[in-house]
């Protein structure tokens, strides 16, 4: 499916495009700024879909859908406004995401636009399992960081907040729970030893039989009592792999 993404700041096109990145049956032909330069390029290239901000310097996305004469596209509205839904579904629009976009949304988005025999849920569980997963994206309260997988030592869940602790020693403090990045992260690669903790199995130096894994950065990590026996099979089946 061929897209086109018409947003006025440079940051968001360039942050959804890295996001589309991961479907490989994704292609960005195009970004657009404005509505004359996302008219022109619309027109030109015809695309499948159109990722479509609605304020755009002192115009609208509703301007620009007024003026296309080519409208056989899915549209799709990422807005920092919440109060022009109504109006963007009177266009047709196939979905409407709030900025900052969440992946898994935006997975959901993709796969129904891609084939909408599929429920919600079995759609953003056929995009984990259909590509690559390369990155993950983490919101904290501030900022929106994307991380590679290969950089993540572990995760550990906290009263609702999930801590990043990555190979450079850096930790990032995200407004999602544990539980949402385990259900979204490879599990041959991340497992879940405990309610608090999630490892990437890359990282693990050894596991103690009294039920704690030590990380090759000497960090300690429990894994709880009924994981144990999973745990060991996992890891065992990962390093035979390697």
Known sequence: MNVIIVDDEQEIREGLEILLQEYPFVTVVEKASNVIEAKHKIELYKPDIVFLDIQLKNKTGF?????LEYLDFHLVFVTAYNDYALRAFKYNAFDYLLKPVDPIELASTLYRLKDTTYSGKQLIQQSLQNHDMKRVVVKTTK?????????IVRCEGKQGYTYFYLNDNKKILSSKTLKEYDDIMPDEIFVRTHQS??????YVALYSRDGTIIMKNKEEVPVSVRKRSEFIEQFRQFKAAQ
Do not use: A, T, Y
């Open 143 to 151: 900022e929106i960081f994307i991380i590679e997988l290969s950089d």
């Open 63 to 67: 301007d620009l859908l007024d003026q």
């Open 197 to 202: 903790h999630l490892v990437n199995l890359n």
